[in-house]
Structure formats: C-alpha cells, structure tokens
Nanobody, 130 residues
C-alpha cells in the first residue's frame, strides 16, 4: 500500500519561514518524481514545485518562484519544501505528490495535478498570520 505523508505545517507569522517534509512508503523513493501542491479555501489547487528522481530537474509554479525551494534526500526517502518570506496569501493545505517516472517536464505543474500525479498525501495545513 502506497502512503504519502506530509509534515511540518503550522501557524507562522508573516515574513517567517517554514519547511515541509514528505515521506513515501510502499514505493522505491529514488524511482519517484515528487511535487507539492496547495489549496487555499475557496480557491483552485495550484502547483508549487516538482523535482525529478535525482533532484537534477526542478520546476516551480508562479506563486513559488523566488521564495520556495524544493529539494529531496533519497537516503532519507524524504522530499522538502522550504518556504521563505511567507505571507497570509500562502495560507493553504499543502499536498505532497509522487509519481513513478524518470523524466520530468514542466507538465508536472499543469492544472490541478490530478491527471499527472498518481499518489497524494492527505495534506499539511500552513497558516500565516498577519
């Protein structure tokens, strides 16, 4: 059984930083492309970032560029999303996603991710106070 699990979400003051983590069980982590999406109340789900199996390729959504950094550590079977200079508009449920694929393109950021990504976590809530 495949399980994707996010952690690290919490309440943070505006201007602060936060690092989310994501682990995967039931699959070989080094075979996976990984990504992060978020969904704020009343808004569509949007792609934040995705990373290839070895970290060699990364793509960022517009809301993430310049402030968020995605990384991974295959030895720890963990992917990360470092978020800096947070503001209240970053308040959302953040979802980690995984897909068994070697190649990665900017298609990983397309739409709400439902067609591209097979495995989803339950989400980690990030709340930014003003």
């Amino acid at each position: 059984q495949v399980q994707v699990a996010e952690s690290g979400g919490r309440l943070v003051q505006a201007g602060g930083s936060l690092k989310l983590s994501c682990t995967v069980s039931g699959l070989t982590f080094a075979d996976l492309a990984m990504g992060w999406f978020r969904q704020a109340p009343g808004k569509q789900r949007e792609a934040m970032a995705c990373i290839s199996w070895n970290g060699g390729k990364k793509f960022y959504g517009e809301s993430a560029k310049g402030r968020f950094t995605m990384s991974r550590d295959n030895a720890l079977n963990t992917a990360f999303l470092q978020m800096n200079d947070l503001n209240p508009e970053d308040t959302a449920m953040y979802y980690c996603v995984a897909e068994e694929r070697v190649s990665l393109s900017s298609e990983c950021l397309t739409g709400d991710g439902a067609e591209y990504w097979d495995h989803w976590g339950k989400g980690s809530l990030v709340t930014i106070s003003s």
